[in-house]
Protein backbone atom coordinates (compact mmCIF):
# COMPACT_ATOMS: atom_id res chain seq x y z
CA UNK A 1 0.00 0.00 0.00
CA UNK A 2 1.71 2.92 -1.23
CA UNK A 3 1.70 5.91 1.37
CA UNK A 4 1.18 8.82 -1.24
CA UNK A 5 1.04 9.35 -4.81
CA UNK A 6 0.47 11.88 -7.52
CA UNK A 7 -1.36 10.29 -10.31
CA UNK A 8 -1.08 12.00 -13.81
CA UNK A 9 -0.96 15.33 -11.98
CA UNK A 10 -1.23 19.18 -13.65
CA UNK A 11 -0.43 22.36 -12.55
CA UNK A 12 -1.33 25.38 -14.64
CA UNK A 13 -0.60 28.99 -13.16
CA UNK A 14 -2.43 31.65 -14.60
CA UNK A 15 -0.82 33.68 -17.15
CA UNK A 16 2.54 31.45 -16.89
CA UNK A 17 0.66 28.26 -18.37
CA UNK A 18 2.02 25.07 -17.08
CA UNK A 19 4.26 24.12 -14.77
CA UNK A 20 4.12 20.47 -14.13
CA UNK A 21 2.78 17.24 -15.86
CA UNK A 22 1.50 15.21 -16.74
CA UNK A 23 3.73 13.79 -13.52
CA UNK A 24 3.12 10.97 -11.74
CA UNK A 25 4.79 9.48 -8.75
CA UNK A 26 3.88 6.54 -6.06
CA UNK A 27 5.90 6.53 -2.75
CA UNK A 28 6.32 3.74 -0.73
CA UNK A 29 6.55 3.95 2.95
CA UNK A 30 10.12 4.57 4.02
CA UNK A 31 11.64 5.31 0.81
CA UNK A 32 13.76 8.31 0.07
CA UNK A 33 12.97 10.04 -3.25
CA UNK A 34 15.11 12.95 -4.96
CA UNK A 35 13.40 15.39 -7.29
CA UNK A 36 16.38 16.80 -9.41
CA UNK A 37 15.83 19.21 -12.25
CA UNK A 38 16.57 22.68 -13.73
CA UNK A 39 14.88 26.02 -12.67
CA UNK A 40 11.31 26.36 -12.81
CA UNK A 41 10.61 22.76 -13.70
CA UNK A 42 8.17 22.40 -11.38
CA UNK A 43 9.63 20.00 -8.78
CA UNK A 44 8.92 22.76 -5.38
CA UNK A 45 5.14 22.33 -7.25
CA UNK A 46 5.23 18.44 -6.96
CA UNK A 47 6.79 19.19 -3.26
CA UNK A 48 3.38 21.61 -2.36
CA UNK A 49 0.77 19.15 -4.33
CA UNK A 50 2.34 16.24 -1.76
CA UNK A 51 2.13 18.58 0.99
CA UNK A 52 -1.40 19.58 0.94
CA UNK A 53 -0.57 23.28 0.24
CA UNK A 54 -1.85 23.36 -3.64
CA UNK A 55 -4.39 21.41 -5.46
CA UNK A 56 -3.46 20.38 -8.96
CA UNK A 57 -5.49 21.50 -11.87
CA UNK A 58 -5.98 17.94 -13.05
CA UNK A 59 -5.29 14.77 -11.81
CA UNK A 60 -4.96 13.31 -8.54
CA UNK A 61 -3.34 13.53 -5.42
CA UNK A 62 -3.41 10.66 -2.47
CA UNK A 63 -1.84 11.45 0.26
CA UNK A 64 -2.07 10.62 4.59
CA UNK A 65 -4.44 14.30 5.03
CA UNK A 66 -3.60 13.53 9.31
CA UNK A 67 -2.23 16.72 11.33
CA UNK A 68 1.31 16.06 11.29
CA UNK A 69 1.49 13.41 8.84
CA UNK A 70 3.14 14.95 6.71
CA UNK A 71 5.72 17.80 7.54
CA UNK A 72 7.94 20.02 5.19
CA UNK A 73 10.96 22.27 5.27
CA UNK A 74 11.69 24.94 3.07
CA UNK A 75 15.11 26.13 1.31
CA UNK A 76 15.21 28.61 4.18
CA UNK A 77 15.26 27.35 7.77
CA UNK A 78 11.71 29.47 7.73
CA UNK A 79 11.64 30.02 11.69
CA UNK A 80 9.98 32.32 13.53
CA UNK A 81 12.65 35.00 14.64
CA UNK A 82 11.13 36.57 17.64
CA UNK A 83 11.11 32.47 19.29
CA UNK A 84 13.60 30.75 20.61
CA UNK A 85 14.84 27.79 19.19
CA UNK A 86 12.58 25.40 21.81
CA UNK A 87 9.39 27.65 20.74
CA UNK A 88 10.08 26.77 17.12
CA UNK A 89 9.82 23.07 17.41
CA UNK A 90 7.37 23.08 19.21
CA UNK A 91 4.66 24.87 17.32
CA UNK A 92 3.43 22.43 15.48
CA UNK A 93 2.30 20.71 18.65
CA UNK A 94 1.49 23.67 20.21
CA UNK A 95 -0.82 24.43 16.74
CA UNK A 96 -2.48 20.94 16.80
CA UNK A 97 -3.86 21.78 20.63
CA UNK A 98 -0.95 20.05 22.24
CA UNK A 99 -0.33 21.43 26.23
CA UNK A 100 2.76 23.89 26.64
CA UNK A 101 4.17 21.66 28.93
CA UNK A 102 4.09 18.57 26.82
CA UNK A 103 4.85 19.91 23.34
CA UNK A 104 7.79 21.44 25.02
CA UNK A 105 9.01 18.44 26.46
CA UNK A 106 8.90 17.03 23.00
CA UNK A 107 10.40 19.53 21.54
CA UNK A 108 13.52 19.31 23.80
CA UNK A 109 13.65 15.48 22.34
CA UNK A 110 13.75 16.76 19.06
CA UNK A 111 15.99 19.29 19.51
CA UNK A 112 18.60 16.38 20.88
CA UNK A 113 18.12 14.58 18.21
CA UNK A 114 19.65 17.00 15.45
CA UNK A 115 21.86 17.69 18.33
CA UNK A 116 20.88 21.28 19.27
CA UNK A 117 19.93 20.51 23.24
CA UNK A 118 22.53 23.21 24.28
CA UNK A 119 20.81 26.17 21.64
CA UNK A 120 17.00 25.87 22.85
CA UNK A 121 16.57 29.50 23.80
CA UNK A 122 18.68 30.44 21.00
CA UNK A 123 16.80 32.95 18.54
CA UNK A 124 17.19 32.51 14.74
CA UNK A 125 19.67 35.08 14.47
CA UNK A 126 22.01 33.78 16.48
CA UNK A 127 21.87 30.61 15.04
CA UNK A 128 24.40 29.63 11.80
CA UNK A 129 23.11 28.72 8.39
CA UNK A 130 23.37 25.00 9.25
CA UNK A 131 22.27 25.11 12.90
CA UNK A 132 19.00 27.12 11.30
CA UNK A 133 18.14 23.88 9.18
CA UNK A 134 18.77 21.66 12.00
CA UNK A 135 15.58 23.24 13.83
CA UNK A 136 14.23 23.62 11.12
CA UNK A 137 14.64 19.89 10.33
CA UNK A 138 13.82 19.36 14.28
CA UNK A 139 10.43 20.97 14.03
CA UNK A 140 9.53 18.84 11.36
CA UNK A 141 10.21 15.50 13.03
CA UNK A 142 8.31 16.48 16.04
CA UNK A 143 5.45 15.50 15.19
CA UNK A 144 6.88 11.97 14.25
CA UNK A 145 5.41 12.53 10.26
CA UNK A 146 5.41 9.44 7.97
CA UNK A 147 6.53 11.76 5.06
CA UNK A 148 9.21 14.55 5.19
CA UNK A 149 8.97 16.81 2.32
CA UNK A 150 12.18 18.91 1.95
CA UNK A 151 12.32 22.04 -0.20
CA UNK A 152 16.51 22.49 -1.53
CA UNK A 153 17.35 21.94 2.21
CA UNK A 154 20.80 22.34 0.83
CA UNK A 155 20.76 25.35 -1.42
CA UNK A 156 21.78 27.99 1.07
CA UNK A 157 24.83 25.77 2.42
CA UNK A 158 28.21 25.65 1.97
CA UNK A 159 29.82 22.39 0.94
CA UNK A 160 30.93 20.79 4.56
CA UNK A 161 27.58 22.28 6.03
CA UNK A 162 25.79 20.65 3.36
CA UNK A 163 27.65 17.23 3.78
CA UNK A 164 26.91 16.93 7.75
CA UNK A 165 23.24 17.64 7.00
CA UNK A 166 22.49 15.06 4.68
CA UNK A 167 24.06 12.77 7.29
CA UNK A 168 21.89 13.94 10.05
CA UNK A 169 19.39 13.20 7.51
CA UNK A 170 20.18 9.77 6.87
CA UNK A 171 21.09 9.30 10.89
CA UNK A 172 17.21 10.87 11.54
CA UNK A 173 15.97 8.79 8.66
CA UNK A 174 17.11 5.52 10.16
CA UNK A 175 15.27 6.16 13.56
CA UNK A 176 11.97 6.43 12.81
CA UNK A 177 12.09 5.65 8.77
CA UNK A 178 9.38 8.06 7.51
CA UNK A 179 9.00 8.37 3.76
CA UNK A 180 11.46 11.36 2.09
CA UNK A 181 10.79 13.75 -0.77
CA UNK A 182 13.51 15.95 -1.54
CA UNK A 183 14.34 18.66 -3.81
CA UNK A 184 17.89 19.42 -5.30
CA UNK A 185 19.63 21.32 -7.87
CA UNK A 186 22.75 18.84 -6.44
CA UNK A 187 23.22 15.59 -8.20
CA UNK A 188 25.79 14.45 -6.19
CA UNK A 189 23.37 15.22 -3.08
CA UNK A 190 20.55 13.66 -4.76
CA UNK A 191 22.88 10.15 -5.38
CA UNK A 192 24.61 10.61 -1.63
CA UNK A 193 20.85 10.19 -0.20
CA UNK A 194 18.15 8.75 -2.02
CA UNK A 195 17.10 5.47 -3.02
CA UNK A 196 15.60 6.62 -6.25
CA UNK A 197 16.68 9.83 -7.93
CA UNK A 198 14.02 11.15 -10.64
CA UNK A 199 15.02 13.72 -13.12
CA UNK A 200 13.08 15.91 -14.50
CA UNK A 201 12.58 18.16 -17.66
CA UNK A 202 12.16 21.97 -17.72
CA UNK A 203 8.57 23.57 -17.17
CA UNK A 204 6.69 21.93 -17.23
CA UNK A 205 7.95 18.89 -15.29
CA UNK A 206 8.06 15.66 -16.59
CA UNK A 207 9.71 12.74 -15.51
CA UNK A 208 13.00 12.17 -17.62
CA UNK A 209 14.89 9.63 -16.39
CA UNK A 210 14.37 7.32 -13.12
CA UNK A 211 17.66 6.14 -11.07
CA UNK A 212 17.36 3.46 -8.47
CA UNK A 213 20.66 3.62 -6.06
CA UNK A 214 20.99 0.39 -4.30
CA UNK A 215 23.76 1.17 -1.53
CA UNK A 216 22.03 0.41 1.27
CA UNK A 217 20.78 3.45 3.77
CA UNK A 218 22.23 5.48 6.09
CA UNK A 219 25.12 5.66 3.63
CA UNK A 220 29.24 6.17 4.35
CA UNK A 221 30.95 9.54 3.89
CA UNK A 222 33.39 7.52 2.05
CA UNK A 223 31.08 6.21 -0.49
CA UNK A 224 31.12 9.45 -2.34
CA UNK A 225 34.45 8.20 -3.52
CA UNK A 226 34.11 4.76 -4.90
CA UNK A 227 33.65 3.89 -8.64
CA UNK A 228 30.07 2.94 -8.33
CA UNK A 229 28.79 6.13 -6.85
CA UNK A 230 30.79 8.51 -9.60
CA UNK A 231 29.48 6.24 -12.34
CA UNK A 232 25.75 6.77 -10.83
CA UNK A 233 26.52 10.67 -10.19
CA UNK A 234 27.69 10.89 -14.17
CA UNK A 235 24.70 8.51 -15.16
CA UNK A 236 22.29 11.44 -13.47
CA UNK A 237 24.00 14.22 -14.81
CA UNK A 238 24.14 13.04 -18.34
CA UNK A 239 20.27 12.78 -18.11
CA UNK A 240 20.18 16.16 -16.30
CA UNK A 241 21.80 17.57 -18.96
CA UNK A 242 19.62 15.83 -21.67
CA UNK A 243 16.74 16.81 -20.30
CA UNK A 244 17.64 20.40 -20.11
CA UNK A 245 18.29 20.26 -23.70
CA UNK A 246 15.36 18.86 -24.98
CA UNK B 1 37.21 60.27 20.46
CA UNK B 2 36.07 60.16 17.32
CA UNK B 3 32.43 58.59 18.98
CA UNK B 4 32.83 62.00 21.37
CA UNK B 5 33.84 64.00 18.59
CA UNK B 6 30.31 63.40 16.76
CA UNK B 7 27.94 63.59 19.98
CA UNK B 8 29.95 67.02 20.62
CA UNK B 9 29.16 68.03 17.28
CA UNK B 10 25.21 69.55 17.46
CA UNK B 11 25.98 70.87 20.66
CA UNK B 12 29.33 72.87 19.53
CA UNK B 13 26.59 74.03 16.31
CA UNK B 14 24.05 75.26 18.80
CA UNK B 15 26.58 77.12 20.69
CA UNK B 16 27.84 79.00 18.04
CA UNK B 17 24.22 79.78 16.61
CA UNK B 18 23.51 81.25 19.88
CA UNK B 19 26.89 83.05 20.59
CA UNK B 20 26.30 84.88 16.99
CA UNK B 21 22.51 85.54 17.65
CA UNK B 22 23.48 86.69 20.64
CA UNK B 23 26.16 89.43 19.80
CA UNK B 24 24.36 90.28 16.40
CA UNK B 25 21.40 91.31 17.83
CA UNK B 26 23.50 93.38 20.89
CA UNK B 27 25.70 95.10 18.20
CA UNK B 28 22.73 95.57 16.00
CA UNK B 29 20.60 96.63 19.27
CA UNK B 30 17.50 95.09 17.97
CA UNK B 31 14.16 95.82 19.70
CA UNK B 32 13.27 93.06 21.96
CA UNK B 33 9.48 92.11 20.30
CA UNK B 34 11.84 91.68 16.80
CA UNK B 35 14.00 89.57 18.09
CA UNK B 36 14.99 88.60 21.71
CA UNK B 37 18.62 87.91 22.23
CA UNK B 38 19.27 84.35 23.83
CA UNK B 39 19.99 86.03 26.94
CA UNK B 40 16.42 87.28 27.00
CA UNK B 41 14.53 84.06 26.06
CA UNK B 42 16.22 82.46 29.03
CA UNK B 43 15.43 84.89 31.03
CA UNK B 44 12.02 84.94 30.25
CA UNK B 45 11.95 80.84 30.36
CA UNK B 46 12.82 81.30 34.23
CA UNK B 47 10.60 84.30 34.99
CA UNK B 48 7.45 82.28 33.61
CA UNK B 49 8.70 79.11 34.63
CA UNK B 50 5.97 78.04 36.26
CA UNK B 51 3.18 78.76 34.03
CA UNK B 52 5.02 77.66 30.77
CA UNK B 53 6.30 74.56 32.35
CA UNK B 54 2.29 74.22 33.50
CA UNK B 55 1.72 74.41 30.22
CA UNK B 56 3.85 72.10 28.54
CA UNK B 57 2.68 69.57 30.72
CA UNK B 58 -1.49 69.93 29.54
CA UNK B 59 0.28 69.92 26.25
CA UNK B 60 2.40 66.47 26.89
CA UNK B 61 -0.58 65.15 28.57
CA UNK B 62 -3.00 65.96 25.96
CA UNK B 63 -0.55 64.35 23.33
CA UNK B 64 -0.50 61.31 25.34
CA UNK B 65 -3.83 60.89 25.59
CA UNK B 66 -4.33 61.09 22.03
CA UNK B 67 -1.44 58.55 21.56
CA UNK B 68 -3.08 56.21 23.72
CA UNK B 69 -6.30 56.31 22.12
CA UNK B 70 -4.91 56.47 18.48
CA UNK B 71 -2.66 53.31 19.40
CA UNK B 72 -6.22 51.25 20.95
CA UNK B 73 -8.10 52.61 17.56
CA UNK B 74 -5.95 51.83 15.45
CA UNK B 75 -4.92 48.16 16.82
CA UNK B 76 -8.79 47.03 17.60
CA UNK B 77 -9.04 48.74 13.68
CA UNK B 78 -6.37 47.22 12.30
CA UNK B 79 -7.12 43.46 13.79
CA UNK B 80 -10.80 43.67 12.70
CA UNK B 81 -9.59 44.42 9.34
CA UNK B 82 -6.72 41.59 9.33
CA UNK B 83 -9.30 39.14 10.31
CA UNK B 84 -11.66 40.13 7.35
CA UNK B 85 -10.67 41.55 3.99
CA UNK B 86 -13.74 42.19 3.38
CA UNK B 87 -13.62 44.65 5.81
CA UNK B 88 -10.56 46.27 4.85
CA UNK B 89 -11.53 47.02 1.32
CA UNK B 90 -14.42 48.96 2.98
CA UNK B 91 -11.95 50.68 5.38
CA UNK B 92 -9.45 51.71 3.19
CA UNK B 93 -10.79 54.29 1.24
CA UNK B 94 -12.33 55.93 3.73
CA UNK B 95 -9.01 55.72 5.72
CA UNK B 96 -7.45 57.73 3.36
CA UNK B 97 -9.88 60.28 3.00
CA UNK B 98 -9.81 61.18 6.35
CA UNK B 99 -5.78 60.79 6.22
CA UNK B 100 -5.97 63.51 2.86
CA UNK B 101 -8.66 65.74 4.96
CA UNK B 102 -6.84 68.69 6.53
CA UNK B 103 -7.13 68.39 10.33
CA UNK B 104 -7.34 72.47 10.73
CA UNK B 105 -10.30 71.93 8.31
CA UNK B 106 -11.84 69.34 10.30
CA UNK B 107 -11.85 70.89 13.72
CA UNK B 108 -14.37 73.50 13.83
CA UNK B 109 -16.45 70.23 13.53
CA UNK B 110 -14.65 68.60 16.10
CA UNK B 111 -14.96 71.54 18.57
CA UNK B 112 -18.76 71.62 18.08
CA UNK B 113 -18.85 68.00 18.78
CA UNK B 114 -16.52 68.12 22.01
CA UNK B 115 -18.73 71.08 22.87
CA UNK B 116 -17.24 74.31 22.83
CA UNK B 117 -16.88 74.43 26.73
CA UNK B 118 -14.69 71.17 26.42
CA UNK B 119 -11.29 72.79 24.48
CA UNK B 120 -9.59 70.12 25.91
CA UNK B 121 -11.75 67.10 24.12
CA UNK B 122 -11.49 68.38 20.92
CA UNK B 123 -7.49 69.05 20.97
CA UNK B 124 -7.27 65.29 22.24
CA UNK B 125 -9.58 64.00 19.55
CA UNK B 126 -7.86 66.06 17.02
CA UNK B 127 -4.13 65.00 18.01
CA UNK B 128 -5.46 61.29 17.99
CA UNK B 129 -6.80 61.77 14.70
CA UNK B 130 -3.16 62.58 13.60
CA UNK B 131 -1.62 59.81 15.58
CA UNK B 132 -3.94 57.03 14.10
CA UNK B 133 -2.98 56.99 10.55
CA UNK B 134 0.93 55.69 11.45
CA UNK B 135 -0.23 53.44 13.97
CA UNK B 136 -3.05 51.98 11.45
CA UNK B 137 -0.78 51.46 8.36
CA UNK B 138 1.77 50.31 10.26
CA UNK B 139 -0.55 47.82 11.93
CA UNK B 140 -1.83 46.49 8.41
CA UNK B 141 1.54 46.68 6.59
CA UNK B 142 3.05 44.78 9.32
CA UNK B 143 -0.05 42.43 9.64
CA UNK B 144 0.02 41.25 6.30
CA UNK B 145 4.26 41.40 6.07
CA UNK B 146 4.75 37.72 6.61
CA UNK B 147 7.07 35.20 5.62
CA UNK B 148 4.88 33.53 3.16
CA UNK B 149 6.64 30.07 3.90
CA UNK B 150 5.70 30.34 7.25
CA UNK B 151 2.42 30.72 6.46
CA UNK B 152 2.44 27.46 4.34
CA UNK B 153 3.80 25.93 7.48
CA UNK B 154 1.17 27.39 9.90
CA UNK B 155 -1.66 25.87 6.94
CA UNK B 156 0.25 22.46 6.86
CA UNK B 157 0.13 22.14 10.72
CA UNK B 158 -4.10 23.03 10.34
CA UNK B 159 -3.66 26.23 12.59
CA UNK B 160 -6.68 28.83 12.92
CA UNK B 161 -7.21 31.58 12.03
CA UNK B 162 -7.02 33.01 15.66
CA UNK B 163 -3.97 30.75 15.94
CA UNK B 164 -2.49 32.52 12.53
CA UNK B 165 -3.00 35.85 13.88
CA UNK B 166 -1.81 35.76 17.62
CA UNK B 167 1.09 33.15 16.84
CA UNK B 168 1.88 34.51 13.55
CA UNK B 169 0.81 37.86 12.08
CA UNK B 170 0.68 39.84 15.35
CA UNK B 171 4.58 38.98 16.33
CA UNK B 172 5.60 39.36 12.66
CA UNK B 173 4.00 43.03 12.68
CA UNK B 174 6.05 44.09 15.96
CA UNK B 175 8.48 46.45 14.12
CA UNK B 176 5.96 47.97 12.22
CA UNK B 177 3.95 48.85 15.27
CA UNK B 178 7.24 50.04 17.00
CA UNK B 179 7.61 52.25 13.49
CA UNK B 180 3.89 53.76 13.87
CA UNK B 181 4.12 54.42 17.29
CA UNK B 182 7.61 56.34 17.01
CA UNK B 183 5.87 58.27 14.23
CA UNK B 184 2.75 59.09 15.67
CA UNK B 185 3.79 60.13 19.11
CA UNK B 186 5.50 62.99 17.26
CA UNK B 187 2.41 63.71 15.15
CA UNK B 188 0.78 63.73 18.48
CA UNK B 189 2.55 66.55 19.98
CA UNK B 190 2.16 68.52 16.48
CA UNK B 191 -1.28 67.75 16.57
CA UNK B 192 -1.91 68.72 20.34
CA UNK B 193 -0.17 72.33 19.28
CA UNK B 194 -2.25 72.65 15.84
CA UNK B 195 -5.59 71.78 17.61
CA UNK B 196 -5.13 73.90 20.11
CA UNK B 197 -4.27 76.75 17.72
CA UNK B 198 -7.12 75.92 15.86
CA UNK B 199 -9.64 75.61 18.53
CA UNK B 200 -8.74 78.87 19.49
CA UNK B 201 -9.49 79.56 23.26
CA UNK B 202 -8.18 79.63 26.54
CA UNK B 203 -9.88 76.90 27.84
CA UNK B 204 -7.43 74.62 27.21
CA UNK B 205 -4.11 76.06 28.30
CA UNK B 206 -1.55 74.30 26.70
CA UNK B 207 1.35 75.47 25.11
CA UNK B 208 0.07 76.63 22.17
CA UNK B 209 -2.28 79.13 24.24
CA UNK B 210 0.96 80.59 25.90
CA UNK B 211 2.21 81.16 22.46
CA UNK B 212 -0.69 82.87 20.56
CA UNK B 213 -1.21 84.78 23.66
CA UNK B 214 2.46 85.87 24.05
CA UNK B 215 2.61 86.44 20.61
CA UNK B 216 -0.53 89.08 20.86
CA UNK B 217 1.27 91.03 23.76
CA UNK B 218 4.36 90.96 21.26
CA UNK B 219 6.25 88.93 24.25
CA UNK B 220 8.41 87.63 22.08
CA UNK B 221 10.98 86.50 24.23
CA UNK B 222 8.07 84.49 26.18
CA UNK B 223 7.25 82.63 22.64
CA UNK B 224 10.38 81.39 22.31
CA UNK B 225 11.01 80.24 25.24
CA UNK B 226 7.44 78.24 24.75
CA UNK B 227 9.04 77.12 21.30
CA UNK B 228 11.94 76.00 22.91
CA UNK B 229 10.38 74.05 25.44
CA UNK B 230 7.86 72.52 22.69
CA UNK B 231 11.17 71.48 21.05
CA UNK B 232 12.83 70.13 23.88
CA UNK B 233 9.31 68.22 24.60
CA UNK B 234 9.12 66.73 20.87
CA UNK B 235 13.09 65.52 20.87
CA UNK B 236 12.36 63.74 24.17
CA UNK B 237 9.43 61.84 23.04
CA UNK B 238 11.18 60.70 19.94
CA UNK B 239 14.57 59.97 21.87
CA UNK B 240 12.34 57.50 24.33
CA UNK B 241 10.35 56.02 21.43
CA UNK B 242 13.50 55.58 19.97
CA UNK B 243 15.60 53.87 22.28
CA UNK B 244 12.01 52.15 23.52
CA UNK B 245 12.20 50.37 19.65
CA UNK B 246 15.55 49.71 19.85
CA UNK B 247 15.47 47.92 23.00
CA UNK B 248 12.25 46.02 21.74
CA UNK B 249 14.03 45.02 18.27
CA UNK B 250 17.09 43.36 20.06
CA UNK B 251 14.91 41.47 22.22
CA UNK B 252 12.56 40.52 19.80
CA UNK B 253 15.68 39.32 17.49
CA UNK B 254 17.91 38.59 20.12
CA UNK B 255 20.74 40.63 19.31
Known sequence: ?246 | MNRLHHGLAPLVLVAAILAVWEITVRVLATPDYLLPAPSAVVIALIDNAPILFASAATTLGMALSALIIASLVALALALAVALSPWLESAVRPLAVVLQVTPIVAIAPLVNIWAGLDHPQRAVIGLAALVAFFPIFSGAITGLKAIDPDLERLFKLYGATRLQTLRRLRLPSALPFLLEGHKVAAGLAVIGAVVAEFVSGSGGSQGLAWRLLEAANRLQTAKMFAALLLLGLMGAAAHALFQALETWALRRWRGR
Open chain 1, 1 to 246: MPLAALNAVEVDYPGRGRALGPFSLTLEPGEIVALVGPSGCGKSTALRLLAGLEQPTSGRVERAAGRGETSVVFQAATLMPWAGALDNVALPLELAGSNRQAARAKAEGALARVRLKGARDAKPAQLSGGMAMRVSLARALVTEPRLLLLDEPFAALDEITRRALAQDIHVLWAESRPAIVFVTHNVEEAVFMAGRVLVMTPGPGRLAYEARIDAPLPRPEHIRASARFREQVEQVSAALQQAMAA
